[in-house]
């Protein structure tokens, strides 16, 4: 159900994955999917660089959750899902991990959306500022703790809140759930019973709407579950948050949120399956291998 791919900053190339019609003006059939952060971009030639490769953005739809965004507004560090080929991007969207207003910054703490993120001195320019729309990028950790890659601007987004994470608790009698201590109302979305069914303790979950620090509640307007499957012909750089292997062949969990399958068939690049561990940085290819999202190659980055 997710309308974009999530987590996080990827460097790699995934050829001849056939995605479908991108939808831009060309009609164009994009051949790779990339999903990871934006290393460059510069506005006198209209490209941006991933993966070390500068693509064009002349011909690009770029959009945050249905939103259309001018290709000014891209900037290093935003995680993006890139739909491309020849050197060229057909789509772009921007994938912010929480998107509300930055009510207190400090240069090692941000709140949005009445929760503390920690952070690496990566918002100078907000520092003592509680009006500014932003979108914060990153992942959670083995611990479970939101690690904040990049943080930016985003005053030029309608008045729309965005949040997400692992349903912890829910009252589907009441149309709640809580991500930790935040408390999800949904009872203002359109929501069939099959999507009512998929809202789980353990889901993963991304809510738009509005947070309303009087109740401390998040009013969604939307709800979209994660299926891991959407993920498959992808390529993707995460961090391995959890990881249980037996002789080469197991599970592992990436950005905290996507669950993988390793099998012996599983290549490994720049490194060797002994040297996986938690904490590491990879590059996944990622296929759908009888309705489980498999690992064809794992690149150590």
């Known amino acids: 159900m997710k309308k974009v791919a999530i987590l996080l900053l990827g460097t790699a190339v995934l050829t001849g994955c056939g995605s479908e019609d991108s939808g831009d003006s060309n009609d164009h059939h994009a051949s790779s999917s990339y999903i990871g952060a934006i290393e460059a971009v510069d506005t006198n030639t209209d490209t941006m660089t991933i993966n070390s490769m500068p693509l064009s953005l002349a011909s690009t739809r770029i959009e945050l959750n249905g939103h259309y965004v001018d290709s000014t507004e891209l900037d290093v560090g935003m995680q993006v899902d890139v739909e491309y080929d020849d050197g060229i991007a057909y ?28 952070h690496t001195n990566i918002a100078k320019d907000l520092v003592g500022t509680n009006t500014n729309r932003v979108m914060l990028f990153g992942y959670v950790d083995q611990a479970g703790k939101w690690i904040i890659n990049a943080i930016h601007k985003a005053n030029f987004l309608p008045v729309e809140d965005l949040y997400e994470g692992k349903i912890t608790s829910i009252d589907k009698s009441n149309s709640f759930f809580n ?33 309303e620090t009087g109740t401390n509640e998040f009013k969604a307007n939307d709800v979209d579950v994660e299926d891991d499957l959407d993920l498959a012909n992808a390529e993707v750089e995460g961090y391995v948050t959890t990881l249980v292997l037996n002789n080469g062949v197991g599970m592992m969990t990436l950005n905290g949120k996507t669950v993988v399958t390793i099998t ?32 064809s190659e794992i690149e150590f980055d």
Request: proline residues 1%; glycine residues 8%; hydrophobic residues 35%.
């Open 264 to 295: 012996e068939n599983t290549r490994f690049e720049d490194g060797t399956k002994d040297q996986l561990k938690v904490g590491s940085k990879v590059d996944v290819d990622l296929i759908n291998n009888a309705g489980q999202l498999q690992a």
């Open 91 to 118: 789509e772009v969207d921007i994938d912010p991990e929480i998107v509300g207003i930055a009510t207190l910054v400090t240069e090692s703490e941000i709140t949005v959306n009445g929760q503390v993120f920690e």
């Open 179 to 211: 991500i930790g201590t935040m408390k999800i109302d949904y009872s203002n979305t359109h929501l069939d019973q099959e999507d009512i069914s998929e809202l789980q303790v353990n889901a993963w979950v991304e809510v738009e709407g509005t947070y």
